[in-house]
């Protein structure tokens, strides 16, 4: 399989819904403009797709439905006419007077609404998951790092750990993790961490991050100030 597609599929298995259509749910442009570009090799056009919108009720004097629409289907492509019904929500997020992007104050659905389609792809997932082959399923993980990993800094700016937020699955998330010679800690309610060097070398040698250039670049900037400090 091809290594985009492999990352791609990873990315799906972290972000994506599996049950009744296919469909990822994400914020970051970066990622959702790589998933469409895969979609599109694979023959699937942003006016196949539908999306939907989920956004913080903090900002709907900021933001009309409209606009929101209109900003999303400009950067994916996805009509306007096949975007439905925003959903408001009550969250947590501030509200800042400046106008924040609409990546920054909620997230879109991107949805295909083929049963035929998912099963291959539910399928595909199902096949990495019994590999064995290290290269397959280190380029797996990347779209998995990318859609639901997390890297944390202690305050001297040293790499503390890179968790993958996960709530189902966990145990095939480690199992992959430790063919590629990663050993995670210990299982948590919802995400797998790893801690230590020797983990962090294994993720920087095999670039699992690099789907997510801001994950990238703190996970580097983190294991450089590690070192050095040792």
Not at 14 to 41: C, H, M, Q, W
Not at 88 to 96: A, D, L, M, R
Request: charged share 30%; glycine share 6%; hydrophobic share 35%.
């Amino acid at each position: 399989m091809d290594k985009n597609f492999l990352r791609w599929l990873g990315l799906y298995f972290a972000d994506g819904r599996r049950k009744t259509y296919l469909s990822l749910v994400n914020t970051n442009p970066e990622l959702i403009s790589f998933y469409l570009r895969v979609l599109e090799g694979l023959g699937i056009q942003p006016t196949q797709l539908k999306a939907r919108l989920q956004i913080s009720k903090n900002y709907k004097k900021v933001w009309s439905e409209k606009k929101l629409k209109e900003w999303w289907s400009k950067l994916t492509g996805i009509p306007n006419e096949n975007f439905w019904k925003t959903r408001w929500v009550n969250t947590k997020k501030k509200y800042k007077r400046n106008r924040e992007p609409p990546s920054k104050i909620g997230e879109i659905e991107i949805a295909y609404l083929n049963r035929r389609f998912l099963q291959e792809i539910n399928s595909k997932i199902q096949e990495i998951q019994k590999t064995e082959e290290s290269k397959i399923i280190a380029e797996f993980l990347k779209g998995v790092f990318a859609g639901d990993g997390f890297v944390k800094l202690r305050k001297n700016g040293k790499l503390q750990e890179v968790r993958i937020g996960v709530k189902y699955e966990k145990e095939k998330i480690c199992q992959l993790l430790k063919k590629v010679n990663i050993n995670p800690g210990k299982s948590q309610k919802f995400d797998v961490p790893i801690y230590g060097r020797k983990n962090f070398e294994i993720i920087k040698k095999l670039r699992l991050l690099e789907l997510s250039s801001q994950k990238l670049n703190k996970f580097l900037s983190g294991f450089k100030a590690l070192c050095n400090g040792e």
